[in-house]
């Protein structure tokens, strides 16, 4: 794939080390929109800890971001969002104990001009965004544990979408999810990326990793091994690339 | 006006659905009324007189005060163990203050006194508990630590500030927040009444309306309406019978006298709403207010359920944590005006054990310490149970160990009736 102009997102040379141990060593990726790049690499490889970087979660010790051309600060999640960074985590961020409309909202709720939190307008607001990414969802009063994993998940999308999410980071979206369920996640994601949004997606699974990547970047003991161009290689190359650490040969990355 | 679909189904509702009642609330409401009805019985119906239930009210307020604000500290995953000591140095800042600072600047009951006294005593508060959320959100010291810390030092620098000595006579403005010595009558009280009612109303069909205009589904109009009544009926009801003791005659015929006049023969009064019962109403008017329509509200609750979902969605729990303590501390000075007012003198051992109380009282009421539940009249009512089996029991004649021992199971069986109630619910524990 070639690509033209300036990416959405680069990562230029970071670095990030926890008492003494380097997580995540001299990385460069980078994301243009429209695509979604996988990370991917064993547990512990660092792919985590660099996307938190770019969500705001961690602070990196050097290197450098430049969102559109333009070089970013990023220190807090707030920070993050400021640049239309809207991050899916693995564990599911949601306040169990909080409705859909609170969750979505959370951290942004629309206000009554006296200043108090409008709930009716952020539960109509939640039930028009909800009825196009996940027609199905009735569970509007209920505090979200009371959710299924692949509702809880569409909610935590749906955050993403309404706040008109321009770089979106997915940590292992459909770990939790049942077959039918990440069918459905999977489907959102073409749709997003149809949108022109671009998506770094955390995945352990290969297959997921094929079918919904259009680059993958491989990570190993807190390197890059290297990124590839997933209609180039094959699941192998890429499981290579995991655990060995080996670049497939005659490939352009 | 329209009636709105029903939404899953037309499957048919019970009257408890109906009405959309929290059946926490409702099985509090029961234990209390059993509870008020065993002794009304067993004191030959002394208890439910209005001078007990005046005296109820009264010795209520400092507890379920601070009761409103434990439960954003409980509900966020903390605990404040600091509250009775912290009441008790605001105490003697405030005792200091309207006893020999003041009156030497400006004379005894200059206007300035109340005023200068209570803004001292809330910065006293306020001033602690930024420190306690300060040492908590940002220096992440566990909060039982600080509050435990704070409990053996607050009331120890209390003791400095007075020399151990009880502070009095306080100010005559000073001791309207009382209870006894304020209240507002009763015509001011029926006038209130109507106007809390007027509101309660106001607010139940406001709320109704923003459902409506969204095509939420809404509770059935005469459901509505019942639930109106009641809140009219509690409020009209709680007045008539404060609004029904009497001023002792003997009181009446002293403040005549002071007056320079003479009491006419048969000349009745009442006394009427307590101005700390009033401020215990708005102040768990405003807290409803912040846990359910402020972003802050918002942001305690969802530290609660999920401290690192609300840290990515950009919530700054530092701040928000100091906020809360603030809050707290803010709480306490205000419980101290009304105990120390109510005792009439500051003293050492002003809210001793009154951290236990609050904390039992938010958790009677349903605050889970796990975080991320808890209603502010879940709290009151907590303290309202509380004062009730206290004074109840004192009625009785129950021996003062045993009073306790009975207090603490009551503690216990309420947290299991929770946990129990909980399980049944589905809800997590």
Request: charged share 15%.
């Amino acid at each position: 794939m070639s690509h033209r102009g300036t990416p959405l997102v680069e990562m230029r040379d970071i670095s990030i080390a926890f008492g003494g141990i380097k997580a995540v060593d001299h990385v460069t990726i980078d994301l243009y929109p429209g695509e979604v790049v996988g990370l991917l690499g064993h547990n512990g490889a660092g792919k985590s800890t660099l996307i938190k970087c770019l969500s705001g979660a961690y602070q990196m010790d050097s290197g450098a971001i430049y969102i559109n051309g333009e070089k970013a600060e990023i220190r807090n999640p707030r920070d993050a969002r400021a640049y239309n960074i809207e991050t899916i985590y693995q564990t599911l961020a949601l306040a169990d104990n909080l409705d859909a409309a609170s969750n979505l909202f959370l951290g942004r709720e629309l206000v009554t001009p006296f200043g108090f939190v409008d709930d009716a307008q952020m539960e109509a607001e939640t039930r028009k965004i909800m009825g196009r990414l996940n027609p199905n969802f009735r569970k509007f009063k209920e505090p979200v544990k009371a959710l299924s994993g692949g509702q809880r998940q569409s909610v935590a999308i749906a955050r993403a979408v309404y706040f008109n999410a321009k770089i979106l980071i997915m940590d292992e979206p459909t770990a939790a999810l049942g077959p039918h369920e990440t069918q459905m996640v999977a489907e959102l994601i073409e749709e997003l990326k149809a949108q022109g949004l671009g998506i770094f997606l955390i995945e352990h699974d290969i297959h997921n990793v094929m079918r919904l990547c259009d680059r993958a970047s491989v990570m190993k003991n807190g390197q890059l091994v290297g990124t590839v161009n997933v209609k180039d290689v094959t699941d192998e190359d890429i499981l290579g690339m995991i655990i060995l650490g080996k670049k497939p040969e005659g490939v352009a990355c | 006006m329209n009636t709105p679909t029903p939404q899953d189904g037309g499957q048919k509702r019970t009257l408890l659905q109906s009405l959309e009642l929290d059946t926490r609330l409702l099985g509090m409401i029961g234990a209390f009324v059993v509870i008020c009805l065993v002794f009304n019985v067993i004191t030959d119906g002394r208890f439910l007189t209005p001078r007990n239930i005046f005296n109820l009210s009264i010795q209520t307020v400092s507890v379920a005060i601070m009761a409103t604000g434990m439960v954003f500290v409980i509900v966020t995953r903390h605990i404040d163990l600091s509250v009775g000591a912290v009441l008790a140095i605001c105490s003697s800042v405030m005792g200091v203050m309207q006893v020999q600072l003041l009156p030497q600047l400006f004379g005894i009951g200059h206007p300035l006194v109340m005023p200068l006294t209570v803004l001292a005593g809330l910065l006293t508060g306020a001033a602690i508990g930024a420190l306690n959320g300060w040492l908590v959100g940002y220096q992440r010291i566990p909060a039982f630590i600080v509050t435990l810390g704070g409990l053996l030092i607050w009331r120890n620098v209390g003791w400095y500030l007075t020399d151990g000595q009880t502070v009095g006579p306080l100010d005559q403005t000073f001791m309207l927040f009382g209870g006894v010595e304020g209240t507002v009558g009763s015509a001011l009280s029926w006038g209130l009444a109507i106007v809390f009612s007027v509101l309660a109303v106001f607010g139940l069909w406001r709320a109704r309306q923003a459902k409506i205009h969204h095509e939420f589904p809404v509770k059935p109009l005469w459901a509505e309406g019942a639930l109106m009544a009641t809140s009219v009926a509690a409020i009209l009801g709680f007045v008539a019978i404060l609004n029904s003791y009497a001023i002792p005659v003997g009181r009446l015929k002293r403040e005549f006298e002071s007056r320079g006049e003479v009491m006419p023969e048969g000349y009745v009064d009442y006394f009427g709403l307590p101005i700390s019962v009033l401020m215990l109403v708005v102040i768990v008017v405003v807290m409803t207010l912040v846990a359910r329509k402020t972003r802050l509200g918002r942001y305690i609750f969802a530290a609660g359920g999920n401290p690192d979902a609300a840290e990515l969605s950009g919530i700054n729990t530092r701040m928000l944590t100091v906020k809360i303590f603030t809050l707290m501390g803010v709480l306490c000075a205000i419980s101290a005006m009304v105990a120390q007012a109510r005792l009439a003198n500051h003293t050492n051992d002003i809210g001793s054990l009154d951290e236990l109380r609050v904390i039992a009282a938010a958790v009677i009421g349903g605050t889970a310490l796990a975080g991320g539940i808890g209603t502010i009249y879940g709290a009151v009512l907590g303290a309202v149970i509380m004062q009730s089996l206290q004074s109840g029991m004192a009625m009785v004649g129950v021996d003062a160990p045993f009073q306790n021992i009975v207090v603490g199971g009551v503690l216990v069986l309420a947290v299991w009736i929770d946990i129990q109630y909980r399980k049944r619910t589905g809800e997590k524990v």
